[in-house]
């Protein structure tokens, strides 16, 4: 299905399209189904369904659309990845997300940003978002400051692992 420009056509549509009044059910199911596609070169259809993806008012459609443009290493959404990261309106697993998603690419973080890293790093957070806060903070560019307060919170750490930070630490 995916190679074929009327499916590619009807998805999109269904995913942007306001008079379509697709369900946030329906549009969770649609951006699952593209994020199992193959295609090497997406169609620029669904990368504007992407973008409604990501301003989307459902959360778990959000989170859909970061983890897709993650996944496919998407370049065009960094700058809304990176405000998305430090947005204090939004969920920590979203911000988490983001950051996640653009990482590899924009590896140097605003401080905003990683200050809300080291936050999830504090033993009273989540398990899932200390794993997540270390992952990303592993592969981040840190100013000597940021490593210093990183460095700070690993003693007593006992859930993320110190190699995976050593990377930012060098």
């Given at each position: 299905?995916?190679?074929?420009?009327?499916?590619?056509?009807?998805?999109?549509?269904?995913?942007?399209?306001?008079?379509?009044?697709?369900?946030?059910?329906?549009?969770a199911f649609l951006f699952e189904a593209l994020s199992q596609t193959n295609i090497p070169?997406?169609?620029?259809?669904?990368?504007?369904?992407?973008?409604?993806?990501?301003?989307?008012?459902?959360?778990?459609?959000?989170?859909?659309?970061?983890?897709?443009?993650?996944?496919?290493?998407?370049?065009?959404?960094?700058?809304?990845?990176?405000?998305?990261?430090?947005?204090?309106?939004?969920?920590?697993?979203?911000?988490?997300?983001?950051?996640?998603?653009?990482?590899?690419?924009?590896?140097?973080?605003?401080?905003?940003a990683i200050e809300f890293l080291l936050e999830q790093l504090v033993p009273s957070a989540s398990?899932?978002?200390?794993?997540?806060?270390?992952?990303?903070?592993?592969?981040?560019?840190?100013?000597?400051?940021?490593?210093?307060?990183?460095?700070?919170?690993?003693?007593?750490?006992?859930?993320?692992?110190?190699?995976?930070?050593?990377?930012?630490?060098?």
């Amino acid at each position: 299905f995916q190679l074929q420009p009327d499916v590619q056509q009807l998805v999109s549509a269904a995913l942007t399209d306001p008079a379509k009044e697709t369900s946030a059910e329906r549009s969770a199911f649609l951006f699952e189904a593209l994020s199992q596609t193959n295609i090497p070169q997406w169609p620029p259809r669904w990368i504007e369904a992407l973008a409604h993806g990501l301003r989307h008012s459902s959360l778990a459609i959000r989170l859909q659309a970061v983890r897709i443009v993650g996944q496919r290493q998407i370049s065009d959404f960094d700058d809304l990845l990176l405000r998305l990261g430090e947005d204090a309106q939004a969920t920590s697993e979203l911000r988490l997300e983001a950051l996640r998603a653009v990482g590899p690419r924009r590896p140097k973080f605003p401080g905003g940003a990683i200050e809300f890293l080291l936050e999830q790093l504090v033993p009273s957070a989540s398990p899932l978002g200390r794993l997540a806060a270390g992952e990303v903070l592993g592969r981040a560019e840190l100013a000597d400051t940021d490593a210093k307060a990183l460095l700070v919170l690993l003693p007593g750490n006992t859930l993320v692992s110190p190699s995976v930070l050593l990377p930012a630490l060098l």
